[in-house]
């Protein structure tokens, strides 16, 4: 197994550029950015869980709750695909689109996954995502 070595999986929506799921060096694994897409879509058959846009872009469904727990079941199939695991997650980057708006809800329902490991955690609004998606994470867990 080499130290550098690159894990993706169909199990997690696929990267929306040249990237892998995550790359391990040494005894961490680094997450590339995870969002709220379902297992095998990508940035031209977008499914995300809890929205519905009309022909214009704009939302016809929207429910922030189902993209946090959509986000974190794709956060852990990359760490069990890659070797790793949830308990093994040391620090996670939040990225919001609208603080104001998604921060209650997201930190509530952090706290349903989190309440035996608790990770260092960063959260930060942005302006866009790449997708429309409201959230996407950035991680860094151990890999024996």
């Given at each position: 197994m080499s130290n550098q070595e690159k894990f993706s999986t169909n199990k997690a929506p696929k990267p929306v550029g040249l990237y892998p799921h995550a790359?391990?060096?040494g005894n961490l694994l680094f997450l590339s950015g995870v969002?709220?897409?379902?297992?095998?879509?990508?940035?031209?058959?977008?499914?995300?869980?809890?929205l519905e846009l009309d022909k214009n872009g704009n939302f016809k469904t929207f429910d922030f709750a189902a993209q946090c727990r959509q986000v974190f079941d794709n956060v852990r199939a990359i760490l069990e695909e890659s070797g790793s695991s949830?308990?093994?997650l040391?620090?996670?980057q939040v990225?919001?689109?609208?603080?104001?708006?998604?921060?209650?809800?997201y930190n509530k329902i952090y706290a349903e996954y989190f309440k035996e490991n608790q990770p260092c955690r960063t959260t930060v609004e942005i302006s866009s995502l790449p997708?429309?998606?409201?959230?996407?994470?950035?991680?860094?867990?151990?890999?024996?």
């Open positions: 790359r391990r060096a969002g709220p897409r379902t297992a095998g879509s990508d940035d031209t058959d977008s499914h995300v869980p809890g949830w308990d093994q040391i620090d996670v990225f919001l689109v609208n603080m104001k708006r998604d921060f209650h809800t997708t429309p998606i409201a959230i996407e994470l950035k991680c860094i867990a151990t890999i024996d």
